[in-house]
């Protein structure tokens, strides 16, 4: 099985920052894309920033230029630094991954559990 595990929500004052980590942990043989994506009362769940196994990134539109997506591929850990927060940031965060377990070519896709930030104005 594999596990991701988040940490790091809380709440937080409208220009204030927060630090999100995900760990993956279990049967892992690699791990290509890592992401990160919220969810806000009422709204579908939207993709906030990725990152390849190789350190390329990409970020929505609403968060570029505030938020930093990076990760410790030895550590399965992937961060989402998230900077000049805005009360419209206010969602649950949602780590997910890419693993192959084993021989078996395949990726299949892992959640965690999320964690809530909310961003007070």
């Known amino acids: 099985q594999v596990q991701l595990v988040e940490s790091g929500g809380g709440l937080v004052q409208a220009g204030g920052s927060l630090r999100l980590s995900c760990a993956a942990s279990?049967?892992?043989?690699?791990?290509?894309?890592m992401a990160w994506y919220r969810q806000a009362p009422g709204k579908q769940r939207e993709l906030v920033a990725a990152?390849?196994?190789?350190?390329?990134?990409n970020y929505a539109d609403s968060v570029q230029g505030r938020f930093t997506i990076s990760r410790d591929n030895a550590k399965n850990t992937v961060y989402l630094q998230l900077n000049r927060l805005k009360p419209e940031d206010t969602a649950v965060y949602y780590c997910?991954?890419?693993?192959?377990?084993?021989?078996?070519?395949?990726?299949?896709?892992?959640w965690g559990q999320g964690t809530q930030v909310t961003v007070s104005s």
């Open positions: 279990g049967t892992i043989f690699s791990i290509n894309a």
């Open positions: 990152i390849t196994s190789g350190g390329t990134t």
């Open positions: 997910n991954a890419g693993v192959r377990r084993g021989f078996n070519p395949d990726y299949h896709d892992y």
